[in-house]
C-alpha cells in the first residue's frame, strides 16, 4: 500500500473526492444501466412502445453520465496520479494532451507500413539530464474488410498495443534503419539478412545500405538490445530517422494502473511500468551515446 498511501498524503482532498466519488458513480452506473435494458425488453415483448422509448431514453442518459464520470475521472488519474508514480524514478514528468503530434511522429518512425488508425489514450513526457522523450500508450488498428455476397464485413483489429516513444539524438545519424520486431512490419523492401542468428530470430532489419546498417549494428551493439530485451521481457523495436530515435514496444497494460474505489493506483501494475520505463531508460541512453559527437 505504499504507493496508494504516497498518491493518498499528496492529493488534494478535492482532488481524493473527486477521484473516488467519480469511480462510485461510474460502478454505479454500470449496476443501474441494466434496468432500463430489461424495461426494454419487457416493452417489446408486451409491444408498449412508450416504455420502449422512455427506456432507450435512460439508457442514452445512462451512456452519457458514464461518459462524462469516465473522463472526469480520468482527468485527476492522468493529471495527479500518473506524475506522482512516475516521480518515484523521474524527477520531472508531465501529462499532455499530444494526440496529433504523437501520430505524425509515429507516421514518421516507419515502424508499421500498413495500419489505418492510430489511437493515443495518454501521453507522459519526461525530462532527463541528457534527454526528454515523450512516451504514451498507443494502439495500433488495422482495418480488415471482406464482401460476402454483397454484405462488407468491416473487422478492426489492434496491429499493436502498447508505448511509442521518441527523442532527439545528440547528432544526425548518417543511416536511417529500423530493427523491428518479427511480424510487425510486412514490407519486404528493404529487408536486410543480418548474420547474427538470435538477433534474426527477433528482429527484421530494414536499411538502404547493407553495409552501413551493419557497421552501425555490430554484434557488441545487437548482443545490447539483445539484453535489453531478456530485460524487459518483450522485443524493442526502434528506427533511426535523420536526429530522432523511435521506439515502440508491445505492452497492452502501459500506464494502466488506475485502482478502484479507495484505492489509487494497482501497485504491482504500477511497479511493472516503472520497471519497463527504467529499462527505456537505460535503452534510450545507450543509443544516445552511440550518437554523441
Keep these: ?7 493518498g498524503n499528496m492529493l488534494t482532498p478535492e482532488q481524493k473526492a473527486n477521484f473516488q466519488k467519480d469511480n462510485g458513480k461510474f460502478k454505479l452506473l454500470n449496476h443501474i444501466v441494466i434496468v432500463p435494458i430489461i424495461s426494454t425488453l419487457l416493452g417489446i415483448y408486451l409491444e408498449n412502445f412508450i416504455i420502449v422509448g422512455v427506456s ?8 452519457i453520465l458514464k461518459t462524462y464520470s469516465f473522463t472526469h475521472r480520468n482527468l485527476v488519474y492522468e493529471k495527479e496520479i500518473i506524475p506522482i508514480v512516475l516521480n518515484e524514478i523521474f524527477e520531472d514528468v508531465l501529462c499532455m494532451d499530444k494526440d496529433e503530434e504523437i501520430k505524425e511522429n509515429f507516421k514518421k518512425s516507419q515502424l508499421v507500413d500498413d495500419y489505418d488508425k492510430v489511437k493515443v489514450d495518454r501521453t507522459v513526457v519526461i525530462r532527463q539530464p541528457n534527454y526528454v522523450v515523450n512516451v504514451s500508450k498507443i494502439n495500433i488498428l488495422q482495418e480488415n474488410v471482406e464482401e460476402n455476397d454483397g454484405v462488407v464485413d468491416k473487422e478492426i483489429e489492434d496491429k499493436m498495443s502498447g508505448l511509442f516513444a521518441y527523442t532527439r539524438l545528440p547528432s544526425k545519424s548518417l543511416i536511417d534503419y529500423k530493427v523491428i520486431r518479427k511480424g510487425l512490419n510486412a514490407s519486404l523492401d528493404d529487408l536486410i539478412k543480418i548474420p547474427n542468428m538470435d538477433f534474426d530470430r527477433a528482429y527484421d532489419v530494414y536499411a538502404k545500405s547493407p553495409v552501413e546498417v551493419r557497421n552501425v549494428l555490430s554484434y557488441g551493439v545487437m548482443a545490447r538490445i539483445l539484453d535489453f530485451d531478456t530485460e524487459l521481457g518483450k522485443i524493442i523495436s526502434f528506427s533511426i530517422v535523420e536526429d530522432m530515435l523511435y521506439i515502440a514496444i508491445d505492452y497492452p497494460k502501459f500506464l494502466e494502473f488506475k485502482g478502484k474505489g479507495r484505492t489509487f493506483v494497482i501497485e504491482s501494475q504500477a511497479q511493472e511500468d516503472l520497471r519497463e520505463l527504467e529499462i527505456l531508460d537505460m535503452f534510450i541512453t545507450y543509443i544516445m551515446n552511440m550518437y554523441q559527437r
Design 56 to 63: 432507450i431514453a435512460l439508457i442514452i442518459a445512462f451512456l
Design 1 to 7: 500500500m505504499e504507493l496508494n498511501q504516497k498518491v
